[in-house]
């Protein structure tokens, strides 16, 4: 049998999936989605976010969705978003064992988005590693997440530099983790190819954090594949391609995990991730948000014939 890599891949749906959808999942419906996808063996899952209920609805029940997490699962590595310190002290306290500090590239989208300016929101992530140094073993692993990398519905281009100089200031700040996100959809494979390099040759291909895509344009898992080309491995997406950012006009769904585990698995990569079952796993989520439309290839065509998962060693 041939031998393979892994990837690491981490289900950001009930995060990033749900912030967009025009009704709120019940609180039971979404433990039950979650169980259904932890089911299937993904190791991490981005689960909540940290932010005000009146700004976000869907995250109102965001305490008790971690807690919950982390009690029904405890294979699973629990990942929580948080806009600021405040945030990540109520992430910590309900268990989330990573926390995810949004951090935009684009000036226009951080004020949209937390309120701050960039340097504002640096100095922000420097606060929350700073408290988290403060709690020794238990702390939770710090990570900040690029937002707009590779683009802005609000600002436009980014220049490359900027964001290569942001990561050296997060990681500096210190960030355990510096990842980037294409919050928007723009990328291409070679402009993936160029940031990842770069961004690993200045802070470190370990600091580096998954590559967080949207499928907007139907490049997403081109430009997983540069990414790969590149050493990455270890990508979000979410269940259905469900996603969004509500400050980021124009943003659609994240990479669909379905999809994402049949080309890395096809390529060689082990996920450990049993497809079928995760694309089973949809009929939670419909069930949990009747209005909304599923995406995906692999779901509409059905797993092929063909399809041998990659071997471990
Ligand atoms: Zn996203």
Redesign the pocket.
Known sequence: MPTSERALVRE?GPR?GLQMAKSVMPTAAKRRWIAAMAACGLPEMEVASFVPPALLPQMADAAEITRAARADHPALHVVALAPNLRGAQNAAAAGAQTIILPVSASEAHSQANVRRSRAEQVAELARVAAWAATLGGAAPRIEAGISTAFGCSLQGIIPEREVITLAADLARAGADRVAL?D?LGYASPSQVRRLVRAVRGEIGAERCGNL?L?DTLGTALANVFAALEEGVRGFDAALGGL?G?PYAPGSVG?AATEDLVFLLESEGFATGIDLPALIAARAALATGLPDERLHGRLAAAGVPRTYRPAMTA
């Open positions: 950001v990033d996100a919050t967080h949207h996603g950012c994240n």
